[in-house]
């Protein structure tokens, strides 16, 4: 019975389409699969061998020797190869990795990005020219009756929105072809979150909504600047969209300690969110109430770009939101760098180790 079960699970590991590898304590490799030999460069008979005699590849290496219990899942490039490792431990018996390899997986990803990003780019030109033409009817003194002026007003609400969609989906793909993350900078907010609220200036007085901003003029952050207005710029405006009539938007920041943290927070009091909607806001095209979101130009792609943007810049997003009493959007940067501004012989010492 055992032996059955022994060689129903020796044919299971040699037949996996997975590479699974088991490294014991002692750095020795106990198990490696037909798979991970195809996966990973290696010499021909590995098993029970030391790991840093027979894979050349540091970074698995050192996946291979975590003595704790954390799980591990990360990328691993190997040439033109791509390779997902997912590492557990596996107590006194050692570590266990298992390899997939997902480089064509990733490559069609790339590809339909691509293909966004292209057909994004060529539909917004037309869509442009469109509401372009439509507002020259509306607003040149030409002579329409009602029914055609209702009408032209339609074309270009339509194709404003259609130009808003494909500049969003351009964004995505763009922020998601990044590999990298952004580079950052010390940027004072106040200017940012000027600059956000006057955009949206025209819009709010149309509604009777009044700005109150508390952003200290010398609060500065760690973060990437056309991240930050594309944020800010996007709470604030939902802010308004979402807000009721002789409504209210407050825009604070303060710095918070331990850890030293920058909270930035745009609280309207609008129509708010119920709970089970909350966890949904940053998917892509979700709206809580379509025509609501149509009406006020939205594209339900707003969060979604902004949930991107923050966590390509190591900072966190948090909402709080009740239904019919508005919505608390909270931000977490990285403070200044304190010492960034310190000139060099300003006589801090500075010591290597
Ligand atoms: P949209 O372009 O529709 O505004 P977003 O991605 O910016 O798309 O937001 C997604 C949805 O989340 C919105 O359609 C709206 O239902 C909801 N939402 C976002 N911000 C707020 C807010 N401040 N108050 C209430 N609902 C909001």
Redesign the pocket.
């Known amino acids: 019975m055992l032996d059955a079960q022994s060689t129903l699970l020796a044919e299971l590991i040699k037949r996996s389409p997975m590479g699974i590898v088991v490294c014991d304590p002692s750095g020795v490799l106990r198990i490696v699969n037909d798979k991970a030999r195809q996966l990973l460069p290696m010499v021909p008979q590995p098993e029970g061998r030391l790991a840093k005699d027979t894979l050349p590849i540091p970074r698995l290496l050192e996946v291979l020797s975590v003595v704790d219990d954390s799980s591990i899942e990360e990328d691993l490039y190997i040439g033109s190869k791509i390779l997902k490792i997912r590492s557990v431990s596996m107590g006194e018996h050692g570590r266990l990795a298992i390899l997939e390899d997902v480089s064509t997986l990733y490559k069609a990803e790339d590809h339909r990005r691509e293909f966004v990003a292209n057909v994004s780019h060529e539909l917004r030109t037309p869509a442009t020219s469109i509401a372009g033409y439509a507002d020259l009817l509306l607003n040149a003194g030409i002579e329409l009756s009602t029914e055609a002026r209702d009408m032209v007003r339609v074309i270009h609400r339509n194709a404003l929105r259609l130009n808003s969609l494909f500049s969003d989906l351009l964004t995505l793909s763009k922020i998601e072809a990044q590999s990298v993350n952004m580079p950052k900078e010390d940027l004072e907010l106040y200017p940012i979150a000027v600059e956000c609220m006057d955009k949206q200036r025209q819009r709010a007085e149309k509604r009777g909504i009044l700005f109150q901003l508390m952003v200290p003029k010398d609060l500065k952050v760690h973060a990437n600047r056309d991240a930050m207005i594309h944020i800010v710029g ?1 709470l604030i405006e ?2 308004v ?2 807000n009721r009539e002789d409504g209210l938007v407050t825009i604070r920041a303060e710095l918070r300690s331990a850890p030293p943290k920058v909270l930035f927070e745009v609280i ?1 009091l ?4 119920a709970p089970s909607h909350l966890e949904r ?1 940053f998917e892509r095209f ?4 379509k025509g609501r ?1 149509r009406n006020v130009g ?7 770009i902004v949930k991107r943007l923050v966590d390509r810049m190591d900072a966190q997003i948090e909402v709080r ?1 009740r239904v019919d009493r508005g ?1 608390i ?1 909270r931000l977490w940067l990285d403070p200044a760098d304190p010492f960034a501004a310190v000139p060099e012989e300003s006589g801090i010492e500075t010591k290597k180790w």
Do not use: E, H, P, Q
């Open positions: 996007n939902n802010a969209k979402y309207d609008g129509v708010g969110m806001i979700f709206r809580v109430d979101s939205g594209t339900g792609l707003g969060l979604s939101s919505s959007f």
